[in-house]
């Protein structure tokens, strides 16, 4: 499960202004309005107070095992360094959370006489490619963000839909990192093993 600190980390990263949409032989310019579901109310969903076009993200499964991934024992690393009587192991658990992602717009044409279609195709193509080729969040973060991969699907898999007054593209994403936690032991100096051979 990601923190919020992570969340914030993924978020900052998109490019969610000035994204550039062609009709018409004129280019224009739109920002998109981020927004998260379930925050106080399960069933949260944007409302009449969010500014189209938004990106909605919405946290589909978390925490889930990823059991093909998981080191022998569970076990990432072991540290005596710090204090010989003392032996920390550090605990790893592989999971993915899957996060859906989705770029609405309302249907109808705008302002600038762009179509709703044309808006959320471009738009959607735009944040698409920039998670499948240039998002990098496979380092530690400033704010101790753990490293994480993310896999995202075929642009094939992204079909806009009507859903009431908007026009709606929704994919998912997953994220891979890794659950941590230490265990203290103390050592011993010597011990002995006794084997007998028959």
């Known amino acids: 499960m990601l923190t919020t600190a992570e969340e914030d980390r993924f978020e900052e990263a998109l490019p969610l202004e000035g994204l550039e949409v062609k009709w018409d032989g004129e280019s224009y310019e739109y920002d998109l309005d981020p927004f998260w579901t379930g925050g106080d109310a399960a069933d949260e969903e944007p409302t009449e107070s969010v500014e189209y076009p938004a990106i909605v993200f919405d946290w589909e499964t978390q925490n889930q095992p990823e059991l093909g991934r998981q080191p022998l024992n569970d076990l990432h690393s072991i540290d005596v360094s710090s204090d010989e009587s003392v032996l920390t192991e550090t605990k790893t658990a592989e999971v993915s959370d899957d996060l859906a992602i989705t ?29 499948r080729f240039e998002l990098d969040l496979n380092s530690e973060g400033e704010n101790e963000e753990r490293p994480m991969n993310v896999e995202v699907p075929d642009e094939s898999s992204v079909e806009p839909v009507r859903v009431e007054h908007t026009i709606r593209a929704p994919w998912q994403i997953r994220f891979h990192h890794a659950e941590r936690h230490e265990e203290e032991h103390n050592t011993v100096e010597e011990f002995e093993i006794n084997i007998t051979i028959e």
Do not use: S
């Open 103 to 131: 770029i609405a717009v309302e249907a109808a044409w705008d302002d600038n006489g762009v179509p709703p279609q044309a808006r959320v195709t471009q738009l959607t193509k735009q944040i698409w490619r920039f998670l």
